[in-house]
């Protein structure tokens, strides 16, 4: 299983990106898919979950209204579209895959416990 996160970069505060993550090595469909960052000495924290089917999804606290998060199965591609940048968004964004065998189709989790699969990050620094 291969998940590779790109989109990330050295952007000012207000800006807008969207990170994108391709999955391979998997059955795309059946994987619930969430975003993750971590900032330097900070734990890792979700900031974005979608259900198999992307009817359902749920945000961390500080990014709700900026970010959103899509998922695209027949491209096997999850995306996050993040807007209003701010600094301390700074922090390697990492997507992953998570069973959601015997869920319902709009199920998701941003458990970080709850994910089998992980990419190996993509950077966005915020400069102020």
């Known amino acids: 299983v291969q998940l590779q996160a790109s989109g990330g970069g050295l952007v000012q505060a207000g800006d807008s990106l969207r990170l994108s993550c391709a999955a391979s090595?998997?059955?795309?469909?059946?994987?619930?898919m969430g975003w993750f960052r971590q900032a330097p000495g900070k734990e890792r924290e979700s900031v974005a979950a979608?259900?198999?089917?992307?009817?359902?999804?749920g945000y961390g606290d500080s990014v709700k209204g900026r970010f959103t998060i899509s998922r695209d199965n027949a491209k096997n591609m999850v995306y996050l579209q993040i807007n209003n940048l701010k600094s301390e968004d700074t922090a390697v964004y990492y997507c992953?895959?998570?069973?959601?065998?015997?869920?319902?189709?709009?199920?998701?989790?941003?458990?970080?416990?709850?994910?089998?699969?992980w990419g190996q990050g993509t950077q966005v620094t915020v400069s102020s």
């Open positions: 090595g998997l059955s795309f469909p059946y994987y619930v």
């Open positions: 979608i259900s198999r089917t992307g009817g359902g999804t």
């Open positions: 992953a895959a998570g069973t959601s065998v015997y869920k319902t189709d709009n199920w998701y989790t941003q458990s970080t416990n709850e994910y089998l699969y």
